[in-house]
Structures are given as structure tokens and as C-alpha cells.
């Protein structure tokens, strides 16, 4: 014969306890979960894109202005580059693994030729766009002092958005204060091209930083010739 165990009924108060208990407790998930439901996955910084538009139309109105002639236009595009790009960063980034250990000299003679090419590369492409309109429309915090903003290129004739040219600049800084470090075209970045590239050159030349440059520079000169 099987002698069961007799059922203890919980006492009044702890009933209470756990009634309430978990009523407090879903309280909680459910505020938590509204929150993490209203809260956007990242931040916009409407300060970020305020500077960026105004980099971007400073930048388009020094390639539309023809006044003193093409070598005039350049060097105040030059000068533009220089105030608002960080190149030394960029043209490390494109080295990759290459640049640890180089010699000091070898790394300026680089960043120099850098500096020329990404120059003319910036202005090459952005001169695609001189006779029309660059929004910016979005953006997003990747880390502190690290922002992207979106633009939308527009034409002015109110073409359809879905199929608008998508160009992103990448920044470092904050409070007012940026520079850009790389760009961004229908999801392409141009720094992270520029370094696949160059790691594939410095494989096949045994990593001679100096044959690069001289790389470089020969693609400076294709760049401008074309343009001209």
C-alpha cells in the first residue's frame, strides 16, 4: 500500500507575494519592451550631417567654379582636400599590414602620392555630380567620434528616389569638428577598394611600398589626363 504525501496548501500571504511579484516583474518586461521598440538601433547626428552638407556644397561649388582657369580650380580643390580629409589616416588604412615596420621615409614619400591620387579621385568622381544635388538624408553613430551620413543624389526633375544615386561619407570627430575619411558609392567603399587593390599590388612587387607610390603617381597623372 502506497502511502501518499499529503498537498500543503501555500500560506494566504505568500500567494499574495507571488501574485505581486509577477505582476511587478511583467510590469518591467513590458516597459523594457516598449522602450527597446521606440528606441532607434542607432543615434542620428543631426550635427554630423549639418557639416557634411555643408562640406558637400563647398566641395561641388569649387568644381563648378571655372573663374582663373582648370589649374586654379584644382589647387583650391587641393587645399579643400587637405582642411577636410584626413589622408594620413586614410592612406595608412590602404597599406594595411604592409605599412607596419616601413621606414618613416617611405611612408611619407606614400602619404604624399596618396594624398595627390586621392585628390584627384575625389574630384573625378564628385565632379559626376557638379551639375546636380547631393541631400544628405540620414545618418548613423557606428562608434563615439565615428559617424556615417547618407546622401541621396538628386537631379532636380523629381526622378523616382528608389533608383537615386546613394553616396556616404564616413567622419571622425565631433562637436562641430570633422574630417571625412572615406566615401561610400551604391554600398562600395572607397578606402577599403583602394587598400584590396594595394595589398594586391604590394603581394606581386614583395611589398615595396616605394614601387606603389610610384604607382600611384602614375595613376595620378591618368586621372587628371582624362579629365582634362
Known amino acids: 500500500m502506497q502511502i501518499g504525501v499529503p498537498h500543503r496548501a501555500a500560506p494566504a500571504g505568500s500567494q499574495q507575494m507571488t501574485v505581486r511579484t509577477f505582476t511587478r516583474f511583467a510590469a518591467i518586461v513590458v516597459s523594457a519592451f516598449a522602450w527597446f521598440m521606440a528606441a532607434p538601433l542607432a543615434s542620428a547626428n543631426s550635427d554630423a550631417e549639418a557639416f557634411t552638407q555643408r562640406l558637400i556644397d563647398e566641395g561641388v561649388s569649387i568644381l563648378r567654379d571655372n573663374n582663373g582657369g582648370e589649374q586654379t580650380r584644382r589647387d583650391k580643390f587641393r587645399r579643400f582636400i587637405n582642411q577636410y580629409a584626413d589622408v594620413t589616416w586614410a592612406a ?13 621615409p617611405e611612408l611619407d614619400a606614400f602619404t604624399d602620392a596618396f594624398r595627390e591620387f586621392a585628390t584627384a579621385s575625389y574630384e573625378s568622381n564628385l565632379s559626376k555630380y557638379k551639375g546636380q544635388t547631393l541631400k544628405v538624408t540620414s545618418s548613423v553613430d557606428n562608434k563615439p567620434s565615428d559617424v556615417t551620413v547618407d546622401t541621396l543624389v538628386e537631379d532636380g526633375r523629381g526622378g523616382n528616389s528608389d533608383k537615386a544615386l546613394r553616396v556616404s561619407f564616413r567622419l ?27 595589398n594586391a599590388i604590394l603581394g606581386r612587387n614583395g611589398g615595396s611600398i616605394p614601387g606603389l607610390t610610384h604607382e600611384l603617381e602614375d595613376r595620378t597623372q591618368h586621372i587628371r589626363a582624362s579629365s582634362d
Do not use: N
Not at 570633422?178 to 587598400?195: H, I, K, M
Open 92 to 104: 595608412k588604412f590602404t597599406l594595411g599590414a604592409y605599412g607596419r615596420g616601413a621606414a618613416k
Open 172 to 198: 571622425f570627430g565631433s562637436g562641430g569638428s570633422y574630417r571625412f575619411v572615406d566615401v561610400r558609392v551604391e554600398g562600395a567603399w572607397l578606402a577599403q577598394s583602394q587598400r584590396e587593390q594595394f
